[in-house]
């Protein structure tokens, strides 16, 4: 009797970085060299000789937020607000991320709003947190869960909004083509997920239009 064939699981959970073997330095210049040598050009002329090792630089910069943890920078509260518990919103936090399907940057604003339960955070560690998440390869809407959840945990706000705006390079660079056109991804829990007059809360603050 023939045996039988089982179809090959994929898993498609994410591996922490500490998990994953990573290749040195001199493999990735390497790597570098032969891209270099695909694209028909010389990694051996004088314009590229360096430019290996530039762009590993480089790469470990826009990366870095694989050697990071947000929820260390949300560890530190303040209760101390004077009985304030309204909504808190830090709006257009810039940041620059890269597509995980073509390696190629998207670039917009973050916009985060709670209500606080115990206490705030520091408003640049909202910021921090987006950097972290934005400085790995990504999808925007990958990207907009991180940032809900990180915050979500650590904070376990009444209500917690974040919408972020970007335009890809992926469609503008290469594709179809278009230039100017901007994805938004948004995710609410609590009172923004359960109130739809707090999500238009939300957006006409975001829109800078609140009295």
């Keep these: 009797m023939d045996a039988v064939l089982k179809p090959v699981e994929k898993s498609f959970e994410r591996k922490k970085p500490d998990q994953l073997l990573r290749p040195s330095r001199e493999e990735a210049e390497a790597a570098v060299r032969t891209?270099?040598?695909?694209?028909?050009?010389?990694?051996?002329r004088e314009g590229l000789v360096e430019t290996p090792k530039r762009v590993v630089k480089a790469l470990s910069q826009l990366y870095g937020g694989y050697f990071e943890n947000a929820s260390e920078h949300l560890e530190r509260t303040f209760e101390d607000v004077g009985g304030y518990h309204d909504i808190v919103l830090v709006r257009g936090i810039p940041f620059h991320s890269h597509c995980e399907h073509h390696m190629l940057p998207f670039i917009g604003e973050a916009h985060i709003a709670y209500y606080p339960a115990e206490g705030v955070v520091g408003l640049s560690k909202l910021a921090r947190v987006v950097d972290?998440?934005?400085?790995?390869?990504?999808?925007q809407e990958h990207l907009t869960a991180q940032i809900s959840t990180a915050i979500d945990d650590a904070l376990a706000p009444r209500g917690l909004a974040v919408m972020i705006e970007a335009e890809h390079q992926c469609m503008t660079m290469r594709g179809v083509q278009k230039?100017?056109?901007?994805?938004?991804?948004?995710?609410?829990?609590?009172?923004?997920?359960?109130?739809?007059?707090?999500?238009?809360k939300f957006m006409t603050m975001v829109r800078g239009k609140a009295g």
């Design 132 to 139: 972290i998440y934005a400085k790995r390869l990504q999808t």
């Design 179 to 200: 230039p100017g056109v901007s994805t938004i991804t948004t995710q609410f829990t609590g009172v923004f997920q359960d109130d739809p007059a707090e999500q238009v």
């Design 35 to 44: 891209i270099i040598a695909w694209t028909g050009d010389d990694p051996d």
